[in-house]
């Protein structure tokens, strides 16, 4: 199978995924600290309501999502949105669940935040 056509088979959300990914490597390799913090708090709070993952490490492409566009939430609403709109895209709506199920994970990552930029 030639390259162009293993291309043409492979999902459309392929490219944006590995582009995220990306995006978080360079977040983490920036500041590998808050990156740690963000997984830690991911999974603490687990905000689907279940363990996909067996450790912060694997809320890595979430958190970078999170990250990068966390500087643009003005309040813990604006990070509960971000949250479960982050969800909704790496997952799927109904995987995702309801955006109240984010309110105590938002609560956390914005203490978190708004300590991070007093640093």
């Given at each position: ?66 990250i990068r566009s966390l ?49």
């Amino acid at each position: 199978m030639s390259d162009t056509a293993a291309d043409d088979n492979k999902p459309e959300w392929l490219d944006w995924a590995t582009e995220e990914r990306q995006i978080g490597q360079l977040l983490r390799d920036t500041n590998p600290d808050w990156f740690d913090e963000v997984c830690r708090i991911l999974f603490e709070y687990d905000p689907m309501l279940i363990r996909l993952v067996g450790e912060p490490e694997g809320y890595a492409p979430e958190a970078g999502s999170i990250i990068r566009s966390l500087p643009q939430c003005m309040n813990v609403d604006d990070v509960q949105q971000l949250i479960f709109n982050v969800f909704t895209q790496w997952f799927t709506p109904e995987f995702a669940g309801g955006r109240s199920q984010y309110a105590e994970t938002a609560l956390a990552l914005w203490t978190s935040w708004k300590t991070q930029q007093q640093e």
